[in-house]
């Protein structure tokens, strides 16, 4: 354990392996002194072969040691709680491997395409790295996603953050973070609160050594296609970006395997059709999705979904019982005071 020194993890629920097992594939296959840990916040499932994913490591959300955590499960939705834990997986890694030097978080959907070397230079000025979801204006002509929507969501994409280990500002953004992703985690924009991203919002405010990454390769995605549609393919599976950089790891959020013309979520702007080059991209993504048996895998339920939805049942029950006593007891305690009588 002493001697790994530079982490990668992701979240995810049984339901999400599949993209998990391409994340964790293609960071190995660029890089691979790293180790690469999934953070499953679920129970191993019965129907699932863990030992397809024996060159990682899996760590259970139940074995991280979050104090009240079954607080979680009863109060979030599923994203809400898969995105609550991300401070507390970082601290919870830190602690263990102790003499790391680099942890990053990218999320499931997320295929790396080349060395992390580039990222990991950016240690050397700074303890916290963070990638835009845009970088350039969006215009405003019907077509989604619009600037609004990252004015909503937050102006970073939390697909992807790196801190740096040994760092007294990273314990204090994890201290500050993880209060607030656990306390008010929550889904709701019109109240300011957008899960774990939108605290974002304020780290380069906060704290110093915060590094902002501009280059195209880093977390290209759906939501900044308006920019870097004009991706091509170099050789292999590599391609370059419209600013010359090396596209390093693109985002596929919101794919569905079950509709693979559509780039993901309500983005319309652009099509996975747009140019050959991006059709290839998304083609291989998907060939690995489903050759990692993303089919079976998709249906499986989080564990914790199932008990959120026996608890509010419970509570629906005691509810009602409670309003029969209510709503029966006196004529109940009237009677027998009669027969008393």
Request: one cysteine or more; charged letters at 20%.
């Amino acid at each position: 354990m002493s001697e790994i020194k530079k982490i990668v993890f992701t979240l995810c629920s049984n339901n999400y392996l599949a993209q998990s097992k391409v994340l964790g594939d293609s960071l190995l296959e660029n890089n691979p002194d790293y180790h690469f840990i999934i953070g499953l916040v679920d129970e191993k499932n019965e129907k699932i072969n863990y030992s397809d994913y024996k060159k990682f490591e899996i760590i259970t959300v139940k074995d991280i040691g979050i104090i009240d955590f079954d607080d979680l499960w009863k109060k979030y939705n599923i994203v809400e709680f898969n995105t609550s834990v991300k401070a507390s997986y970082i601290k919870f890694i830190k602690q263990k491997y102790s003499n790391t030097d680099y942890i990053f978080y990218f999320d499931p959907d997320i295929q790396i395409f080349e060395s992390l070397a580039g990222i990991e230079s950016e240690f050397k000025q700074n303890d916290i790295l963070l990638t835009p979801h845009i970088i350039t204006p969006i215009p405003l002509d019907g077509f989604t996603p619009t600037e609004n929507n990252f004015l909503n969501y937050g102006t970073y994409n939390l697909g992807f953050i790196g801190v740096k280990n040994k760092s007294e500002i990273v314990n204090s953004f994890l201290d500050w973070w993880e209060e607030r992703t656990l306390k008010v985690g929550y889904s709701n924009v019109a109240k300011g609160y957008f899960v774990d991203q939108l605290w974002i919002n304020l780290v380069p405010l906060y704290y110093n050594k915060v590094k902002i990454m501009f280059q195209m390769g880093y977390n290209a995605g759906p939501w900044n296609l308006h920019e870097r549609k004009n991706l091509r393919k170099i050789e292999g599976n590599h391609y370059m970006m419209p600013d010359e950089s090396i596209l390093v790891f693109y985002h596929f959020s919101n794919y569905k395997y079950t509709s693979p013309n559509i780039i993901g979520g309500n983005y319309n702007r652009i099509s996975v059709n747009y140019s050959s080059d991006l059709t290839a991209l998304y083609k291989q993504y998907h060939n690995k999705i489903i050759e990692n048996k993303i089919e079976s895998l998709s249906t499986i339920q989080c564990f914790y979904l199932n008990a959120q939805l026996e608890y509010i049942i419970s509570l629906q029950k005691y509810s009602y019982i409670k309003k029969m006593i209510k709503r029966f007891l006196p004529v109940f305690l009237l009677k027998a005071y009669h027969k008393l009588r």
